[in-house]
């Protein structure tokens, strides 16, 4: 059948913080499958504040996009044809989908199939997929958290930042979070459960650091930092002895051309006098534990432990609308663009060891490795 594939394009490299002039819509027929390929129909596509940083020329430790081709983005797809021997129509599998409506691929080993049973197919997009993960293995891992201590957080309603505080909090943790306005503040310590939140926009950084010390009178224990910049150096000064700074993203300086060009207070003052542990972190190091991880998000998603707030838009024409609402933090929760509804019916992986997995009463660990194989 002939097919068109409708696409958002990236025309150029951004001066700065990305423009909606970044993208283009276009349109393109779809080849006929070649042997060893599979079509997929894109039916989400997530959002991510990683995607500035495939946009710009430095070195980073995500591929790159360049300029004419179709943007890079995350998300689910169908299968919908298929001449690949071992990839079957109907599955859905998460992978790198790009921005727009259709993908023909040949790899296979670059998708992982979703387990139905397991969570619901947008969760792969937050809570039970890279998202939670970053939360996870940032938190856990590197934060190495003791209960009582304090975990601040900055972007803390964010997609990872929201997952995090909740993880914090189920483990025994007083979390704050540093968001941009005083109406997020109110907003995430209802919806996250923050025992405090301090706003950042039109601060100084000497301001926002004596916020920071009324929201957090112990000291701060964990940093969880999805930032960097002005914010991350209004924090230096109300670490505790033996605190950990676990660096997740830059959020606060991806209006910068080059992140190299960032500027502030050195800060090997605070790390030796305090003996702080910074630490970058990147999921992608993590991947050999992901599917633990993606077995311990989804059994406190399904106990009602780590709530979801997804804020979904339609259609390919309103991809770059959702980019710069996720940008501008817009987003009333994680991202997510809707091109076709998934048709679960259509799925034959199993659920039901997804299902066994999430039960109260399975010996669950068990199970999480054998899906791990
Ligand atoms: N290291 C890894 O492997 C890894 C993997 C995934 C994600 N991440 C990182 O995790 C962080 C959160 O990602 P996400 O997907 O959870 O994001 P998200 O849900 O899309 O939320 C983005 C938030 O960023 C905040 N923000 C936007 N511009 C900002 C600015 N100039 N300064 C400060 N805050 C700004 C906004 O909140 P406010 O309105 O409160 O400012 C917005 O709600 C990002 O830094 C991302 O790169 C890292």
């Known amino acids: 059948m002939n097919r068109n594939n409708r696409l958002v394009r990236f025309t150029h490299r951004p001066e700065g913080r990305p423009s909606p002039e970044i993208f283009a819509l276009a349109m393109q027929p779809l080849p006929a499958l070649k042997a060893g390929e599979f079509l997929g ?14 946009m710009r020329g430095e070195s980073n430790y995500a591929e790159t996009v360049e300029p004419g081709e179709t943007m890079h983005a995350y998300g689910l797809t169908q299968v ?4 690949h021997p071992a990839v079957k129509v109907g599955t859905v599998l998460l992978g790198r989908c790009d921005m727009q409506e259709y993908l023909i691929a040949s790899d296979a080993s670059a998708f992982t199939r979703i387990n139905l049973g397991l969570a619901e197919p947008t969760a792969y997009l937050s809570a039970v997929g890279i998202t939670g993960a970053t939360a996870y293995f940032g938190l856990f891992d590197l934060g190495r958290p003791k209960a009582g201590e304090t975990l601040l957080i900055s ?15 189920s483990f025994g943790l007083r979390t704050v979070a540093i968001v941009s306005s005083e109406d997020k503040a109110e907003q995430a310590k209802q919806e996250w459960g923050y025992a405090a939140a301090v706003s950042y926009r039109g601060k100084s950084i000497e301001q926002l650091s004596a916020d920071i010390a009324r929201a957090c009178p112990n000291g701060v224990d964990i940093y969880f930092d999805n930032t960097s910049g002005d914010i991350s150096e209004a924090v230096l000064d109300h670490f505790n002895d033996f605190a950990r700074h676990i660096v997740i993203g830059r959020l606060g300086i991806s209006h910068l051309s080059d992140t190299r060009q960032d500027v502030g207070r050195r800060d090997n003052n605070a790390i030796l006098a305090k003996r702080i542990r910074k630490q970058g972190m990147v999921l992608l190091d993590h991947k050999p534990r992901m599917m633990s991880a993606i077995v311990q998000l989804a059994k406190r998603v399904r106990h009602g432990e780590i709530q979801l707030k997804d804020d979904v838009l339609e259609g390919i024409e309103n991809v770059p609308k959702a980019f ?15 091109l076709a509804e998934i048709d679960l019916s259509a799925d034959s992986t199993p659920r039901w060891p997804g299902r066994l997995i999430t039960a109260r009463w399975f010996p669950t660990a068990a199970l999480a490795r054998l899906l791990a194989r």
Request: charged share 20%.
């Open 155 to 169: 972007a803390g309603a964010s997609s990872v930042g929201s997952i995090a505080a909740q993880l914090g909090k």
């Open 324 to 338: 710069f609402r996720m940008l501008n933090g817009e987003s009333q929760g994680k991202q997510l663009v809707r």
């Open 80 to 83: 919908i044809e298929s001449r």
């Open 41 to 54: 129909r894109n039916c989400y596509l997530s959002m991510d504040p990683a995607l500035v940083g495939r």
